[in-house]
C-alpha cells in the first residue's frame, strides 16, 4: 500500500461548480497534510495546509480532516478554469520531517 | 514569504557527464531540504533529506553514490546528478520547512542526451 493515495482523475467539472478531491494516508501518526496545485512544468504551490481534525477554510478553499478515518480532502467552490491543474495531496509519514505526495488528482474546469 | 531559490531552471547535458543544480533559502535558513523528482505525468518522488553539515539520507532505490548531495550551509543544498544518463532526464525539484508549511524551488528540467 503507498502511504498516500489519491484517485488520478481526470476529474472534470463546470465552470462555477464544486470540485472534490479526496486523499487517503496509511500512518496513523501523521500530523500535517497540505494540498498542493500543480501546473504542467511548474513547481508546485502551497494552496493548504492543516493539522487538526475537521474543516479549515481559506477563501474558495476547504480542506476537510479526518484522522480517525485517515482522509483529506480538498473543496474547491465556484471553481474557475484557472483552478485547471494538478493537485497534490502530500503528507508528512512518522515523527520525521519528511512527507509523500500522492500521485495527484488532475483537474479540468470547463467554462 | 519563504522563498527557496534553484538553478539551473534548465540544462541539457551529454551523457556520461555530471550536472549541479542548486536551491538557496534566500529568507530563512533551511536546516533540512529535500530532494524529489518527478518524471512526466508522475507524481513528486522524494529522493533524499538534505541535512546541514551531515550526511544526507537517502530513499530506498536511491544511489547515493550516483546523486550527491551537499548542504554546507544553512541556506544552501546542491544535487550533483553524476555519469548522468538518459534515464536520469527528469524534473528535479528541492523543497524546504519554512514557518507555515514546504516551499519548493522552481525546479529544474534536465535533459540528458
Known amino acids: 500500500q503507498k502511504e498516500v493515495e489519491q484517485n488520478s482523475g481526470p476529474l472534470s467539472v463546470p465552470e462555477g461548480a464544486i470540485a472534490s478531491l479526496n486523499c487517503t494516508y496509511s500512518?496513523?501518526?501523521?500530523?500535517?497534510f497540505f494540498w498542493y496545485r500543480q501546473y504542467s512544468g511548474k513547481s508546485p504551490e502551497l494552496i493548504m495546509s492543516i493539522y487538526s481534525n475537521g474543516d479549515k477554510e481559506d477563501g474558495r478553499f476547504t480542506a476537510q480532516l479526518n484522522k480517525a478515518s485517515q482522509y483529506v480532502s480538498l473543496l474547491i467552490r465556484d471553481s474557475q478554469p484557472s483552478d485547471s491543474a494538478t493537485y497534490l495531496c502530500a503528507v508528512n509519514i512518522g515523527t520525521g520531517n519528511q512527507f509523500y505526495f500522492g500521485t495527484g488528482t488532475s483537474l479540468t474546469v470547463i467554462p | 514569504g519563504a522563498v527557496v531559490s534553484q538553478h539551473p531552471s534548465r540544462v541539457i547535458c551529454k551523457s556520461g557527464t555530471s550536472v549541479k543544480i542548486e536551491c538557496r533559502s534566500l529568507d530563512f535558513q533551511a536546516t533540512t531540504m529535500f530532494w524529489y523528482r518527478q518524471f512526466p505525468k508522475q507524481s513528486l518522488m522524494l529522493m533524499a533529506t538534505?541535512?546541514?553539515?551531515?550526511?544526507?539520507?537517502?530513499e530506498q532505490g536511491v544511489e547515493k553514490d550516483k546523486f550527491l548531495i551537499n548542504h554546507a550551509s544553512l541556506t544552501l543544498s546542491t544535487l550533483t546528478v553524476t555519469s548522468a544518463h538518459p534515464e536520469d532526464s527528469s524534473f528535479y525539484i528541492c523543497s524546504a520547512r519554512a514557518s507555515y508549511g514546504y516551499t519548493f524551488g522552481s525546479g529544474t528540467r534536465l535533459t540528458v542526451v
Open positions: 500512518d496513523r501518526v501523521s500530523q500535517s
Open positions: 538534505s541535512n546541514e553539515g551531515s550526511k544526507a539520507t537517502y
